[in-house]
């Protein structure tokens, strides 16, 4: 219990409103820090435990109030040999086939095929979609709340 606290002692006044608790979270770089560090504990031990938990009782026909199961229904493929067959019947050309296959392929995964069957691909063929920022946290520094 002791990270839960924590997280929830990192708020100066938890009584306050939400968008008071999110001013004083932000206000200051140590106290969000320190916060982000305790309260990942929610989700990553509280809520999935608690979520799983509310979907088995609730698939046994237990009502957990304020809360739902909703299915979907699974969605179609189509196999290699479907797609074979409609190509061949229909003509397609191999630009057909690979654009309705989504047109492109991860590098690593047609290096790896291409190289199984002795060809190099071009580096200059190859498209770099754009990268993004993630946030990790510093393992091994001890979190300290300054105020």
């Known amino acids: 219990m002791r990270p839960i606290a924590e997280s929830l002692e990192i708020i100066e006044q938890p009584k306050l409103t939400l968008e008071d608790m999110k001013q004083q979270l932000v206000s ?3 106290r969000l820090g320190a916060f982000l560090a305790a309260a990942n504990i929610f989700k990553k031990e509280l809520w999935d435990y608690a979520k799983d938990h509310a979907k088995s009782m609730m698939e046994r026909g237990e009502e957990v109030p304020g809360w739902k199961l909703s ?3 699974g969605g179609e493929t189509f196999d290699i040999l479907a797609i074979v067959e409609a190509a061949v019947t229909t003509n397609a050309t191999i630009t057909e086939v690979v654009e309705l296959m989504g047109g492109e392929i991860d590098g690593n995964k047609f290096r790896e095929w291409a190289g199984k069957r002795g060809y190099t691909p071009s580096a200059l063929e190859a498209k770099t979609k754009p990268g993004f ?3 990790l946290e510093v393992k091994g520094k001890k979190k300290q709340l300054t105020q």
């Open 28 to 30: 200051n770089p140590a």
């Open 71 to 73: 299915k979907t229904k």
């Open 133 to 135: 920022t993630r946030m």
